[in-house]
């Protein structure tokens, strides 16, 4: 039987650098990656996409974007029930 070889393109790290001015933007980034369990790097690529998702999408509250953004991470996860027009309570 033969398999097939995916050839995955390696990602190369970018470097972030933040200079004296920028230190409490840092110490705030860094709080909130510590309050969500998210590493400096993870935090970072997690406001990367929301403010692209904001920027593509002015109209919705960010609440909203970060609401969907976690129902499509829960329906991935097989957490997703269909809904049931007209029942109310779960």
């Known amino acids: 039987m033969?398999?097939?070889t995916v050839r995955r393109k390696k990602i190369t790290p970018v470097p972030v650098r933040f200079g004296?001015?920028?230190?409490?933007?840092?110490?705030?980034?860094?709080a909130r990656a510590s309050a969500e369990s998210r590493s400096v790097s993870g935090q970072l690529k997690y406001f990367a996409r929301l403010g692209m998702i904001a920027k593509d999408n002015p109209d919705l509250p960010l609440s909203f974007i970060e609401d969907v953004l976690i129902a499509q991470e829960e329906s991935k996860a097989g957490l997703g029930r269909?809904?049931?027009w007209g029942v109310i309570g779960s």
């Open 20 to 30: 004296e001015e920028e230190r409490g933007f840092l110490r705030m980034i860094e």
């Open 82 to 84: 269909p809904y049931q």
């Open 2 to 4: 033969a398999t097939a």
